[in-house]
């Protein structure tokens, strides 16, 4: 019969055993994902120790850094003796972790002291009526610039709680003037996507509404760039492209536009709520925020948004250099003065089985996730902040071979 210090010693032991096998385990993992990745690898594809060059849109690349960091604390924060995902969120820990979130954020977006920054949840889509119940009564007019998916899916939600007005309307591959823009005078806010994930449109500059409430849907360019929040009365933003895991959702709220909520606001979706609770009137969504967390204070070591941006323009120009100069083979439909840094689309327009052929050859050279959105087709490098150099000069090095191999002789 076992005593009570034997029973009590027990749990210790297995987390011990599991610590000493978890190391064997990866590493059996990481040799057969190498093994797969440097199987061919004319292009130099070889992102090492068994890592891919992950291309896709959501849920994204994070940093390797970062991730390693969350390996540490996964099983002991800190010396807490409990994994992060285990803590209370009331507890001073959690708390600590919580709070050095946002203050990190705010200082990487210089956001001003009028404003409050909710972690959410629901994802970017449950802000499309979150919105309007809050800024809204029945009857108010708003304004809604379509430029792609995304902001389509906006307006629609939109429409059912308000007489929602097509400000302006694009074409999927550029964005309408602003001077053009069919703005209401009475309009209770003004909304726009700043960067179309699935067609690859990105504003290149804040649009001047005349004073309206200025609301937009960053989740695809989140924390890319500088961004003068000074000027928007609602960032949001889904956490899953730019930021960290999927499961939270950022909000920037200016003080103004909180307490407004029409009385049949669920709770949940009211800004107030929320604002007053610090973002925790219930369980907040733990190991998405602490990951974010660990991506803020990365960006600020490195350098802030202003190195981002910088880092991010590069690689861009060397993906859409790869396709201006392949001589037709390759094809990006957006307006080049709206072409994305985030999300690049492109297609091979004299043969949709190259495409094909293209993407499964990307994949065994370590290169995934560049099928293009269901709705386009085609082929789609999203290149977040966490993608580094390297990922994006080997995928533009295997689409110059690729263009030289199957170009019409």
């Known amino acids: 019969m076992q005593t009570m210090q034997q029973r009590v010693v027990r749990p ?18 990481r040799v057969a994902a190498t093994a797969t990745v440097e199987k061919s690898s004319s292009s130099g594809a070889k992102p090492g120790a068994g890592r891919i060059y992950n291309f896709s849109a959501g849920p ?32 001073k820990e959690y708390e600590a972790v919580i709070k050095k979130a946002e203050d990190d954020l ?14 959410l949840q629901g994802g970017a889509s449950t802000q499309f009526s979150m919105i309007p119940m809050n800024l809204t009564a029945e009857g108010d007019v708003t304004d809604y610039v379509v430029t792609g998916a995304w902001s389509k899916k906006a307006l629609e939600e939109g429409q059912k709680y308000t007489k929602a007005n097509v400000a302006a309307k694009g074409d999927n591959k550029s ?19 700043d960067n179309e994930t699935i067609g690859g449109v990105e504003f ?20 890319s760039k500088p961004v003068d929040v000074s000027k928007y009365g609602i960032i949001y933003a889904g956490a899953q492209k730019n930021v960290g895991p999927s499961g939270v959702t950022i909000a ?13 606001t669920p709770v949940m979706l009211d800004y107030k709520i929320h604002a007053e609770n610090d973002s925790m009137y219930n369980t907040p969504p733990c190991w998405a925020i602490y990951v974010c967390g660990l991506v803020f204070a990365k960006l600020l070591k490195e350098g802030g948004l202003e190195a981002v941006q910088k880092n991010n323009e590069a690689k861009a120009k060397i993906i859409y250099d790869a396709i201006a100069d392949s001589n037709g083979f390759y094809a990006n439909p957006v307006d080049p003065a709206a072409r994305s840094l985030m ?24 290169m995934v996730q560049l ?39």
């Open 252 to 264: 920037i709220v200016r003080d103004d536009l909180i307490g407004k909520a029409r009385p049949s």
């Open 343 to 366: 999300n690049v689309p492109f297609t091979i327009p004299s043969s949709a089985d190259l495409e094909k052929a293209f993407i499964k050859e990307a994949e065994k050279l370590g």
């Open 106 to 119: 705010r200082k990487l977006l210089n956001i001003p002291s009028n404003y409050k920054v909710l972690f």
């Open 204 to 223: 290149k500059s804040v649009p001047d509404v005349g004073g309206r409430v200025l609301i937009s849907d960053m989740s695809s360019n989140f924390i």
């Open 371 to 409: 099928k293009g959105h269901r709705s386009v087709g085609g082929m789609r490098a999203s290149i977040y902040n966490a993608m580094p150099l390297e990922g994006v000069q080997a995928l533009a090095k295997f689409m110059r071979e690729f263009a030289a191999k199957h170009a019409a002789k």
């Open 175 to 193: 964005i309408p003037p602003v001077s053009s823009w069919k703005l209401s005078p009475d309009s209770k806010y003004v909304h726009y996507c």
């Open 12 to 29: 210790a032991q297995r987390v011990a055993s599991v610590r000493m096998a978890a190391p064997v385990r990866r590493t059996a993992v």
């Open 60 to 91: 994204a690349i994070l940093p390797l850094d970062v991730l390693e960091e969350a390996q540490r604390d996964l099983v002991n924060y800190k010396g807490t003796g409990m994994s992060i995902m285990e803590m209370s969120h009331r507890g």
